[in-house]
């Protein structure tokens, strides 16, 4: 089977955020959209007619910023021309696609149904906890989206997935893609790994902060090391949780953010609060030190044209990674986290670990936090400058190499990066890859082959 390079898709699972476009690892990718749907069920008088599920897709624009990404909607379609027949149980039903944002409220969705609406997150909590959904989801990413036409469809496309996910569920994708999707050839990858390759290297430890969870994933010889692999409930929910908790606990900034709802008759004050925590999540003011600081010098943070004096705040949003005990969670913190996997490794692959550090995921990109990591990982392991081979001599974090200009800082895109290049690699090679024809043979369990 001959596959084109410029057809072929990555698309890279997240539990917030699913990240997708054309296999390139020298750009961002091209595009993103919130891991959920909204089904609105309209139920007619006549009841000999059948009941229609409207699916609605929240949407997000991919940033223009090298560090952050922004919430955005980015269409508002006329319903009567952005339809598309999707099939659920062997019944053709319509799809009309709106876009939402996490930042509108339900209410405001659609006014006329705003009881009916019903938000799933279609990757919570590890799982796939509805697979009509899934199978909706990733349709309207190949469709609507990607402008694929099903029918003839010429896209081969690499899945990277979490480490969670059991292998019944490579089954079920499988089953979808080829059955659903018509794909001409598929490949299945493991998010840590693709990270991992980014950088150039097939073993290291990779910190991954997620939008649920932050993994610490270590690596050998590009072989997943599962049994030593920590996986914690903390994430980028939970610094969002807790910088609008520090937030409401500032007397001053609580002042100024009620008198702007006043002035502009804002009615829900949550709304303003959260808009608030992002921006100056965002603003590139919020940073960690080595060591938690206190007494910290007040830098201005303009909103909504009004100036705000930052303090502690901006370095105290990000401990919970160090002090899970901020958020009311009795779990390892980031730094355990590795001391526990590294002690569950072999020995004599433990300076190679230690010396190829990865970090990727959203709070990746926080101004410090490397520094913060080094220092006390060097605390809590044995450094030596013996020349004993079983011993970690250093730690060192890797680097995206100079040559992906455009990628430099973007460590929160590690994985599709790392993705995109196995996708050029593997879709080269009918031995690396699931064909159609594969699939046809012997089913889904073939993923369990390749």
Same mark, same amino acid.
């Given at each position: 089977m001959n596959l084109k390079e410029d057809k072929i898709i990555v698309i890279e699972v997240g539990s917030y955020i699913t990240k997708f476009g054309k296999a390139d690892p020298l750009n961002k990718p091209q595009q993103q959209v919130y891991s959920k749907i909204g089904k609105n069920s309209e139920y007619k008088k006549d009841d000999k007619k059948e009941q229609e599920d409207k699916m609605e897709i929240s949407e997000q624009k991919i940033?223009? !910023?090298?560090?952050?990404?922004?919430?955005? %909607?980015?269409? =508002?379609?006329?319903?009567n021309n952005n339809k598309m027949n999707i099939d659920i149980e062997n019944n053709n039903v319509p799809v009309n696609e709106k876009t939402l944002s996490n930042n509108v409220e339900q209410n405001e969705i659609n006014n006329s149904n705003k009881n009916e609406i019903e938000i799933n997150w279609l990757f919570k909590n590890q799982k796939i906890n509805n697979w009509e959904d899934a199978e909706m989801f990733w349709k309207y990413i190949l469709?609507?989206? @990607?402008?694929?036409? @099903?029918?003839?469809?010429? !896209?081969? #496309?690499?899945? !990277?997935?979490? %480490?969670e996910w059991p =292998?019944?569920? /490579?089954?079920?994708?499988?089953?979808i893609m080829f059955e659903k999707c018509n794909l001409p050839a598929l490949y299945i990858s493991e998010q840590p790994l693709m990270s991992l390759y980014a950088v150039g290297y097939t073993s290291g430890i990779v910190i991954d902060f997620g939008y649920e969870r932050t993994r610490v994933v270590p690596i050998l010889d590009n072989i997943i090391n599962t049994r030593a692999s920590q996986s914690l409930p903390i994430g980028s929910q939970d610094i969002d949780k807790y910088l609008l908790k520090l937030v409401k606990e500032n007397k001053d900034i609580c002042s100024k953010l009620d008198s702007i709802a006043e002035n502009e008759m804002i009615k829900d004050r949550d709304e303003l609060y959260n808009e608030f925590c992002k921006s100056l999540k965002e603003s590139g003011l919020c940073e960690l030190d080595i060591v938690p600081v206190k007494n910290a010098e007040e830098v201005d943070f303009i909103f909504k044209n009004e100036t705000f004096k930052i303090g502690d705040i901006r370095f105290e949003c990000f401990e919970p990674l160090f002090n899970p005990l901020l958020v009311g969670k009795r779990i390892q913190n980031v730094v355990e986290a590795f001391e526990t996997a590294i002690r569950l490794c072999?020995?004599?692959? /433990?300076? #190679? @670990?230690?010396?190829?550090?990865? @970090?990727?995921?959203?709070?990746? #990109? #926080? =101004?410090?936090?490397q520094k913060r990591l080094e220092h006390e990982i060097e605390s809590v392991i044995s450094l030596s400058e013996t020349s004993n081979e079983m011993q970690i001599k250093e730690i060192k974090f890797l680097k995206i190499p100079e040559y992906f200009t455009k990628m430099k800082d973007r460590y929160q895109d590690l994985g599709f990066m790392g993705a995109s290049i196995v996708a050029k690699l593997v879709f080269m090679d009918q031995k690396f890859y699931i064909s159609r024809d594969n699939y046809n043979e012997s089913g889904p369990t073939i993923v369990n082959l390749k």
């Open positions: 940033a223009n !910023s090298n560090n952050n990404t922004k919430d955005d %909607i980015l269409e =508002k379609n006329d319903e469709v609507k989206k @990607l402008q694929i036409d @099903l029918k003839d469809n010429i !896209s081969p #496309v690499l899945i !990277s997935i979490p %480490i =292998k019944h569920y /490579r089954e079920n994708i499988a089953k072999d020995l004599k692959d /433990r300076t #190679v @670990l230690a010396s190829s550090f990865v @970090l990727t995921g959203g709070c990746s #990109v #926080v =101004k410090g936090l």
